[in-house]
Structure formats: C-alpha cells, structure tokens
C-alpha cells in the first residue's frame, strides 16, 4: 500500500515562518486609527499587543525565524503526521487521493498553539504579566491558557457564551492550564453589562468577547491582548502547518492540486495554504484553494469586502476584509470557531482578487460529512474541521464522476472530543441548519 502516514524528524521541522506579504502583487490595505481613519501608527497598537508581534504584523519580510525556545515547545507535537485517506477514499469510490495534516495531535488538541506559543513567548520577554483573549469554541482559549501556563502569565479568557455552555470540558481544560475563563457578554465589563442590558438573552459573540477582552487590557497595567486569528502575525505563525506539509509531499510522489481549509478568522486555512500560495504567485503550481465557513456566518460568500472594526465595541483598528458587519451575532451553531463577522485581512484579499475560492455549507450536511469521515479514518474530527471535510468529499466525489486523479489536502484544524454534545445533538436529530 501507498504511504499512510507521512512523518517528518525532529530535524525537518521548519525554522522560520513564512510571510506572503513580502510577495503579495500590490501591498495590503492597512489598518486604520479608529479615531482619525488614517493608517494606525505602530505605537498605536503597543497598549495592547506586544511590541514584536505589532512589528510581524507588519513586516516586509519573506521569512520570520522561529526562536530556539519556541521550536523546543513545539517539538512536543510537531513536526505533525500528513495522513493519507485510504478508507475515505474507498468508500467514496473516487480515484482522488485524499491527504489530511492532522493538527489534532497538539496538547490543545488544535492547531491553536503554533501561534499561542509565540504570542505568549514574545509577550513574556516583553515582561508582560497577564493577557486577556477571546474564544469561540475554546480551542483558542485553551491553547493560549496551555501557552501562558508555559511562560508563567496570567491568563484570562471570556468565552462566546453559547460556547460557554455547549462545551463545558472546553472550559475545564482552560481552568486546568490555569487560566480563568468566563461567559460573554459578562458583568465584568462596561461593554459587557451594556450588552447584557440590552440583549439578556443573547448568544454572545466573538465580536463582543474581543471587544470585553481589549477593554480589560486596555485599562489595566503590564496586561496585554491576543488574537487567535485574523491579524498577519497569526497568520504568519501558522505557516508552519503548510510549510512542513510541503515538506511532506517532498516523500510521495503527490502535490496537492486542490488545499482545502475552514474559515472563520482564517488562521487555520492561511497556516495550510499560503506556501502554496507563494508557488503559485510565483508561476510554479496552479494549486486550488479553498475556503470553508457555515452558511450561518458566510462573511466570505455574503459579505462586503470593506473596512470594519474587528469587535462589536468598535474600539479595534478598521480592517479591510470581508465583513457582515461588526454588530453581527450569528446564530448558535456548534462549529463555534467559525461565528465571526469577518475575515483575515489576508485571506479576504487573496479571495477577492481570485486567488482563493469560498463557499459555505449548512451544519447538518458538515456533521454528516463528519461522521463520514470518523467512520473511515477513526478520527473524530471537530466541527470546525468538519466544513474542510465536506468540501474534501464533495471534490472527491466530482472526480468520480470525471474520473480524474486528483490530488486533494485538507486542514485537520482540531479533533472533536470535546464536541460531543453536539454529536449528541446531531445523532438525537436535533440538531439543526441554524
């Protein structure tokens, strides 16, 4: 049999980070000051983000290298398995061969930590005390807690409150890297009780925990920010994934012609493609990339490509991406990583100038690709990651009926097993599109 499990050595795992806007055609539309719209000064943003991290956001640079300190942390897991999909690709009959890089495998459970690693490393030679965040499904809030526990800072975390609810052992295993995490909107914040005030019933958003978690920052000393997406920099530290999965495919005789990610901040699908990207920028490859998100939250398929503030407070520099708007609150659905209003900055230009293709799906038809999926290759795969596999299974499936051979990789951004309520939910058929 063909290779099944595509391993790298310690040895071959990547040294530096690479940065696409070094090779982006024209440069990317800047951040603005919220208050004069003009493009936001880099000591603008040292009240809240770690004066290293302001400087990758934005650099020039093509490649960034990795500490020694951070690439000792990440030999934990990495470099992580490139798997081959013989099963799936057998009971989808389809002469696609099939390859998932399977991020699962960290302590986090996700590929969250690449970037949580360095943000809390650059924030603790920085002498930062303690940093505040937001998390969706808690994959992010966990991987940071994991991070801060490492280099001895506080930690506090304000969970999408729907999130909050439907993924309790989210919250434990944040609590159990030592983390305090909350549900928001909470009464902790000025922004918080007003939005309790006037929605007492809402689901909360990411939108309004960054918003809760800039304003702690923000008013309190030696205490900084992080993002667990969208911004270049952690962009730029996921490059990692599609980086050392090049170097994978370096062992088989396959380059993929499709990379498939799910999308909601866009980390996740950046780290996977923007080296092939790079390739194909460059005139080497013709790779496809695509782009996945819920139908409920479809700021890439629906949304306008504009300038809009990261959080519902609007207190985050302007952004141009794909946006619903900032006062979104998207419905409850279990994929909770992926209920944000917009999009990496990256990933939105790369789709509107036609590098990049987005679709989206309903929640019912992820988890039936997702039960696919982990009845094939053993895996239970995270809601989140489930959006990469429909996708992946509906190419394969139009290969079946071409017959054509190709070669397909998706993002196995994070495992399910603390999502099994939402299995439960799913199994029970209540589970539903909204």
Not at 44 to 61: D, T
Not at 141 to 157: H, P, Q, R, T, W
Request: aromatic fraction near 8%; hydrophobic fraction near 35%.
């Amino acid at each position: 049999m063909e290779h099944t499990k595509i391993l790298l050595d310690e040895n071959e795992m990547p040294t530096h980070w690479y940065n696409i806007l070094a090779d982006f055609p024209e440069p990317l539309a800047p951040p603005l000051n919220p208050a004069t719209r003009e493009p936001i000064k880099p000591s603008e943003l040292e009240p809240i983000f770690a004066k290293e991290l302001i400087k990758q956001e934005m650099s020039p640079e093509r490649y960034i290298d990795i500490p020694q300190e951070i690439l000792e942390i990440y030999k934990l897991w990495r470099p992580s398995p490139l798997h081959r999909a013989h099963r799936l690709e057998k009971v989808l009959g389809t002469p696609a061969k099939i390859y998932y890089k399977d991020e699962s495998v960290s302590p986090a459970g996700s590929h969250k930590p690449n970037t949580a690693i360095a943000q809390a490393y650059y924030n603790m030679k920085e002498g930062t005390e303690k940093i505040t965040t937001e998390t969706g499904a808690g994959q992010w809030g966990s991987a940071l807690s994991l991070s801060c526990n490492y280099f001895d800072i506080e930690c506090k975390v304000f969970m999408v409150r729907s999130s909050f609810y439907q993924k309790p052992y989210r919250k434990s295993l944040i609590n159990l890297w030592g983390a305090s995490v909350i549900p928001s909107p909470s009464p902790e914040t000025q922004f918080g009780r007003m939005i309790l005030e006037k929605y007492p019933d809402t689901n909360g958003s990411l939108g309004i925990a960054i918003s809760e978690a800039i304003e702690v920052a923000a008013l309190n000393d030696n205490t900084k920010y992080a993002l667990g997406s969208v911004l270049n920099h952690t962009c730029l530290h996921q490059t990692i994934v599609g980086l050392e999965t090049q170097k994978q495919f370096e062992k088989t005789e396959d380059y993929p012609d499709i990379v498939i990610g799910c999308c909601g901040g866009g980390s996740n699908l950046a780290g996977v493609s923007l080296p092939y990207i790079r390739d194909n920028i460059a005139g080497k490859t013709d790779t496809r990339i695509i782009a996945v998100e819920p139908s409920a939250c479809p700021s890439l398929t629906e949304g306008r490509f504009d300038y809009d503030f990261g959080d519902m407070a609007q207190m985050t520099p302007l952004l141009k991406m794909y946006t619903l708007g900032s006062e979104f609150i998207p419905p409850a659905i279990h994929a909770g990583g992926l209920r944000y209003h917009g999009a990496s900055p990256i990933v939105s230009k790369l789709v509107a100038d036609g590098m990049m293709e987005a679709r989206s799906y309903h929640q019912v038809e992820i988890f039936d690709a997702a039960v696919t999926f982990a009845r094939s290759e053993g895996i239970a795969p995270a809601p989140e990651s489930a959006h990469a596999i429909k996708c992946a299974i509906d190419e394969a499936l139009k290969c079946k009926e071409t017959g054509e051979e190709k070669t397909i990789l998706f993002n196995l951004s994070g495992h399910g097993h603390f999502d099994m309520a939402s299995y439960d939910m799913y199994f029970s058929g209540k589970l539903t599109n909204e």
